[in-house]
Structures are given as C-alpha cells and as structure tokens.
C-alpha cells in the first residue's frame, strides 16, 4: 500500500535545525570539537523552589487528572505578575494557557483565520509566526525589517491596499533573530495602525525579561489601547528556564482570548497541574535569579559580539533576547555556505539569517547559551582559522 502524505506536507521540509544537528553530530562523531550556537535552549537551570513546587505536586496522585483550564492560583499568579513587572491590570477572562508559545501561536492562527485570509509576519521573523495561518490556508506576507529602519516596520509607508486586507499581524520585540527592542512610540504607532486598518495585533513578548545596557522590558499590553486590538503571548521558557515543561499564556482582548480558549478545549484538557504549580511557584517567587541569568546573558554577549569585533568581524550587541545577530564578514555572501564552512574550519555552529526569511540572507544568528570562557574560545577559534579580515 502506498502512503500518500497530504499536499500541503510538500512545504515542510526537515528544519534547518534538524539539518545543523546532523552536521554536528558528523563532527562530534570524528572527535571534533563542536560549539554550539544554533539554537536556543537555555543552559541555565529553573531555581530549586521551582523545581521542588514541580515535584512535590507530581508526587500526588490527584493531580494526574485532566485540568480543563487554569487553577485558580495560577489565574492569580498571572495577574499579579503582571501587574507588578508592568502595571497591567489583567481580568480573569482577558488570559488562558497554552504549551508554550509555538503551540500557542500555531493554534490562534486556526482560532482567528479562514481561507484566503491575509496574516502579515516579519522578514525576518520566527518561522512559527507562519505555521498556523499556513495550515489554515491562509496567505502570510511578510513586512519587511530593514537594518537602515532599526528593524522596525515602516508603518508610514506601508501599503494600504495590503493593510486593509489583513486579518492579523505578528510583531514580536525583543526580536528574535534580530536581537533589537522597540521605542515605546512605535507602539503607539501600531496601535494607531492596527485601529485604521481593523488588523488584529499578535504580540510576541518571550525575551522582556532578557535586555541589555539598562534597557527595560514592556509589554504591548501596556499602551493605551492595545487590549481593543490585540493579545500577547509571554512565556515562563526564557525567563524562568522552564523550556521543557511547556506552559505559556495570551492575554489581552478578552474576545480573542476567549475564541481562543474555545479552539483548545476541543483539542487538549488543560496544563498538567505540577507544570502548573512550577509555574505559581515561579511567578510568585523570588526573581533575583532572574535579574542573575539576565547579567550572565550580557557578559556573554560582551564576550561573543565584544571578541568578534575585536578580530574585525562586526557582530553589534545585542539589545535583547539570549541571541546575537550580525552580517556575515567581508567576502561571504550566502549564509549557508558560510555556516557550513564556519563549522568544519573553527567548530562553531550558528544558524544561517536565511532561515528566517529572505531579508535574513547575508546574516546569521548565535544562541547566547556558553559561558563566558567559551565565548572567548569560539573567538579565537574564529580568529585563528583565517575567515575574518578585518
């Protein structure tokens, strides 16, 4: 019997991080050494009352049940954390969970799109803003963020025709792979936009919690009018290194919360409750650990982006998010390539800015997820093998 997998699997192809692990594993098999930059799963480990919060409701056989929603203590934890990091008054009905931010911006997309709708997601951009909305059948388009425009999209030129069709929009600051935050005018901007043109507003906020140099994270749900247009989805992943157990939230405008809501109860019965209950536990706890990762973060970002320059490839800092992006040094031009090369001469594995969208080409990402000494290896690695010419 033949199997014969849908059309719209054509379009999947293995991920570029799939394609970079096996490179990896080929190296690591010949007993090279191997830097891993690629992707984003934090080394840091959640703080011991998390973890012991986690444990200690896993070991009660009651809460092996189905949840079917949030407990009410998670509902209050949420709402005090963001009324104290952002002065966000949130109600009950203006947030719900998800399993981690992918799942959920996969999901919405199939809770607020129909066929031939129009959904606008950045180049670059995280390609999971495009997974949803494409398996509705939806059209994504993608705005273009421009290094001469601080990567923000240009609002005041942007094509009328083309925002009067759209559904809904996708913006995420601090940007990942970009690694820039946003000035509070450009959302008061958006917002502004997102009213002219009746576009629902998708707002991406895992990385508030990791910025650089004094900067401070905000969330979109913090200006004036962001609940009419829009929702937000912030996750414990990156802040609290809860990557595995796989909790996340959208809040904001109550209707798009709860047709949300609406979508997943026919499709999943709720958070295991101990994820649940590391989650209170994260988010009523101390936070000193957290400001802790923030300032390891940034000491690696001086020693990665800080060494590059220092050998004449010009990798800026980054502003935000446990990432680094920069061009590609003098005398490369296709990401891939020079990624591919970069691992079999130096042992640094990066991503490729090509794959996140076309405007990512002549770029590429670095997880900030080694410590300081390392950081300082990779940069003589690079150094030494000869593909800077500064």
């Known amino acids: 019997m033949r199997i014969q997998s849908a059309k719209r699997m054509e379009s999947f192809q293995p991920g570029i991080f799939n394609v970079l692990d096996e490179r990896k594993k080929e190296r690591q098999a010949q007993g090279k050494q191997v830097y891993n930059l690629s992707i984003g799963t934090p080394d840091f480990l959640p ?3 998390v973890v012991e919060a986690l444990a200690r409701a896993a070991s009660d056989p009651k809460n092996y049940r189905y949840s079917l929603g949030e407990t009410p203590e998670l509902v209050c934890a949420v709402q005090r954390w963001y009324e104290r990091r952002y002065g966000v008054a949130l109600e009950p009905d203006e947030l719900t ?3 981690g931010s992918q799942e959920g911006l996969t999901h919405i997309g199939w809770a607020l799109c129909d066929p031939g709708d129009v959904v606008l997601v950045p180049n670059p951009g995280y390609p999971i803003f495009e997974i949803g909305p494409y398996l509705c059948g939806a059209r994504c388009v993608g705005y273009e963020l421009r290094e001469e ?3 923000l999209p240009d609002l005041e030129h942007f094509d009328p025709e083309l925002a009067r069709q759209a559904k809904f929009m996708v913006v995420s600051y601090p940007a990942n792979p970009l690694c820039v935050t946003a000035p509070d005018s450009f959302y008061e901007r958006l917002i502004a936009f997102a009213r002219q043109y009746e ?3 998708i707002h991406d906020n895992a990385y508030s919690e990791i910025l650089y140099d004094g900067r401070v994270g905000k969330s979109f749900l913090s200006y ?4 009419e247009v829009g929702v937000e989805f912030n996750s414990l992943s990156k802040t609290y290194n809860l990557t595995g157990a796989r909790i996340s939230f959208v809040l904001g405008n109550r209707e798009i919360v709860g047709c949300f809501r609406r979508l997943r109860s026919q499709i999943d019965y709720g958070i295991f409750l101990p994820v649940q209950a590391a989650a209170v536990a994260a988010l009523n706890g101390p936070q000193d650990g957290v400001e802790r990762q923030r300032l390891a973060y940034q000491a690696r970002r001086d020693a990665l982006c800080g060494g590059l320059r220092s050998i004449g490839w010009n990798v800026p800092d980054s502003q935000g998010s446990m990432f680094a992006w920069g061009p590609l040094p003098a005398g490369y031009e296709n990401s891939v390539a020079f990624c591919y090369e970069l691992l079999d001469r130096t042992g ?3 991503t490729p800015g090509s794959a ?3 405007l990512g080409e002549g770029y590429v990402r670095f997880a900030l997820v080694q410590p300081v000494p390392v950081m300082k290896e ?6 030494d093998s000869g593909m800077v010419r500064g």
């Open 356 to 358: 996140f969208g076309s």
């Open 224 to 227: 004036p009018g962001a609940k």
């Open 47 to 49: 703080e011991p009352h």
């Open 97 to 99: 969970a998800s399993y």
């Open 199 to 201: 576009i629902i507003l």
């Open 149 to 151: 425009n601080g990567f």
């Open 378 to 383: 990779i940069v003589a690695a690079v150094a």
């Open 348 to 350: 640094l594995l990066c």
